[in-house]
């Protein structure tokens, strides 16, 4: 058969390592999944239900194994629902290619059927972003568009007119008046391993020598270097402090850390942030500055491989643009070492947190309490395995419960920090490793906006896990809207929860609906136990708070403002706040 545009691209996808595309076809891709359709021993394509997973699935893909993510959607209403998932990639900085359709060139710009402009559309989303409107121009653009992407750890994307698509490879449809000719390259990239600069390394270890109260901060960008973090941290006798995007850094019984930071950080963390004399970030551009050392508090620097994200949050006096792992040693040797006093001092207050934290998992509580309920999970999972969480209630439940031992993983939405990715995720990260044990811990509101994507997993025998947190209510916004003094409104469903666990079943799949305390672990193990998808919908008290790990006055003056205006359900909300501190001071 004659080579077509679309083969082509299947060919280039292949010659670059791609194995995986996640999408859904449509008239507009046509000439796209027919050179997918003959290359489909060497390139999976992912049948999914919805484009906005796809996206979600190949950027969470592109998390676990640092590899470039792809995606694939027609064109106009499918390429549309992609752009959810393509900014939680570009804004965690991971690499993903989304490949669309467009309408034919000889009706663009007649307002045409599903018309939709997208690579105008895609302008802040991808870096690389290209309609493709000559069969001359691959397999080139296709290589810049997969550099881009790897080397700027972010969006690329490409779309293809639906004539272009079918069009031969050998087609040379216009005269070439320019002197220029089209891209021929080989589908290969070489990373450049810049060693940090030793003036630079200087600054730093003349600033964290003279420093008696070090912290460091690590993110995502320093999930590769955990020995060298802990080898810092311990020549140092500095803290190390984790950002949610990098919680398996470093293990989280290891005596140098100290939790995360935030909202649904540790109370360690945040003290130690507001005593230290030296901040060192690693990997990581915290966004939420006011959990960060006060102005003029402490002297910062910073190891980031991208320069443009040093400085970002805090004065920088020592900057350091090199990869985590190169940076940090070349720092270690010049490191002095401190005496320990301070990081001794926050091991025991870490060591007095995590019981209070153990002390929430009780089995006796009814309604279930969700601490619980993730206690159990991290009780019984794999040590190697592989957790997606959504965003809301379900990361400070994961954030301080699921206890990263092993070579055990973490993915959510950090930035974007985007409802319903920990399904999708699941699914993209159970493809990258069929060995793992991969479980998703997720809302009903994350998983009822995706819940399709549980019958995709079933269809293509993929064996996650999925532990429904049920409180029947968007719970991170209903105490969003407490802690601004304003009764909740509008973000509880009505009762009865809903049953999940039917529509596993009728999927075909291992399905548990629990509603007392004393079914969780025995639904949970089997669920982890079965061979193939399993999901556990376990109701929840809904009125369970995700305290900060240190309450602020402004907090609790804002939090009695609200049950002063009206708040609903006050009186079991403050019947639970009382049973956790009991049961912390217990602890």
Avoid at 160 to 169: E, H, L, R, T, Y
Avoid at 171 to 177: A, I, K, M, N, S
Avoid at 514 to 521: F, I, Y
Wanted: proline share 7%; glycine share 10%; with cysteine.
């Amino acid at each position: 058969m004659t080579e077509i545009v679309g083969e082509s691209l299947a060919k280039r996808l292949v010659a670059w390592g791609v194995d995986t595309v996640f999408g859904l076809p449509g008239d507009g891709i046509n000439g796209l999944m027919e050179g997918f359709r003959r290359h489909a021993q060497e390139l999976r394509f992912v049948l999914v239900h919805h484009e906005e997973a796809a996206a979600f699935m190949a950027t969470g893909y592109a998390k676990a194994t640092g590899k470039l993510g792809v995606c694939a959607a027609t064109s106009g209403p499918g390429a549309i629902h992609l752009l959810n998932g393509l900014y939680d990639a570009k804004l965690d900085h991971v690499p993903v290619l989304a490949i669309t359709g467009m309408q034919e060139t000889s009706v663009l710009g007649t307002r045409y059927q599903q018309e939709v402009h997208l690579d105008r559309l895609y302008e802040d989303v991808a870096d690389y972003n290209l309609m493709v409107t000559n069969p001359q121009q691959l397999p080139g653009v296709v290589d810049l568009a997969v550099r881009n992407a790897l080397v700027k750890k972010t969006v690329s994307h490409l779309t293809f007119p639906n004539d272009i698509q079918v069009a031969a490879m050998g087609e040379d449809p216009y005269r070439h008046p320019s002197p220029g000719l089209p891209l021929n390259g080989r589908p290969n990239l070489d990373r450049p391993h810049l060693p940090p600069g030793e003036d630079e390394l200087g600054a730093a270890a003349e600033l964290l020598n003279a420093a008696r109260r070090p912290v460091i901060l690590v993110g995502a960008g320093a999930l590769h270097a955990r020995d060298e973090v802990i080898a810092v941290a311990e020549k140092l006798g500095a803290p190390v402090v984790k950002t949610l995007s990098g919680k398996a850094v470093v293990p989280d019984e290891h005596p140098v850390t100290i939790g995360g930071l935030g909202l649904l950080g540790t109370r360690p963390s945040e003290e130690a942030m507001e005593e230290c004399d030296a901040l060192l970030m690693v990997g990581t551009s915290f966004p939420y500055s006011k959990y960060l050392p006060e102005p003029g508090q402490a002297r910062v620097a910073q190891i980031d491989s991208d320069p443009s994200l040093i400085g970002l949050r805090l004065p920088v006096e020592a900057p350091i643009a090199a990869d985590a792992k190169r940076g940090l040693r070349g720092l270690l040797p010049l490191l002095r070492g401190g005496d320990g006093s301070f990081l001794a001092k926050y091991r025991k207050e870490m060591d007095d947190w995590r019981a209070e934290m153990r002390s929430l998992r009780d089995e006796r509580r009814d309604p279930i309490a969700p601490q619980y309920l993730m206690g159990v999970v991290d009780d019984l999972a794999a040590d190697d395995a592989i957790l997606t969480c959504d965003s809301g209630t379900i990361a400070t439940w994961s954030a301080r419960q699921w206890t990263i031992r092993g070579d055990r993983r973490y993915y959510l939405s950090g930035n974007l920090a985007t409802m319903a990715p920990g399904l999708p995720y699941a699914i993209g990260i159970q493809h990258a490793f069929p060995g793992r044990q991969v479980i998703a811990f997720v809302g009903d509101g994350g998983f009822a906006m995706l819940m399709a994507e549980f019958l995709t997993a079933v269809r293509h025998e993929l064996p996650i896990k999925v532990i429904v947190n049920n409180n029947n209510s968007y719970g991170q916004i209903l105490w969003e809207q407490i802690i601004l003094g304003y009764p909740e409104y509008a973000v509880r469903h009505r009762q009865p929860e809903a049953d999940f666990a039917s529509w596993a079943r009728g999927c075909g799949a291992y399905g548990a609906k629990v509603t007392r305390p004393g079914d969780v672990a025995g639904a949970v193990r089997d669920a982890l136990a079965h061979s193939g998808p399993a999901l556990v919908d376990v109701d929840v008290n809904p009125n369970e708070p995700p305290m900060p790990g240190k309450v602020k006055y402004e907090q609790a003056k804002y939090f009695t403002e609200a049950f002063l205006r009206g708040q609903p359900h006050k009186v079991a909300t403050v019947a639970t706040v009382v049973r956790d501190k009991i049961s912390e001071l217990r602890a």
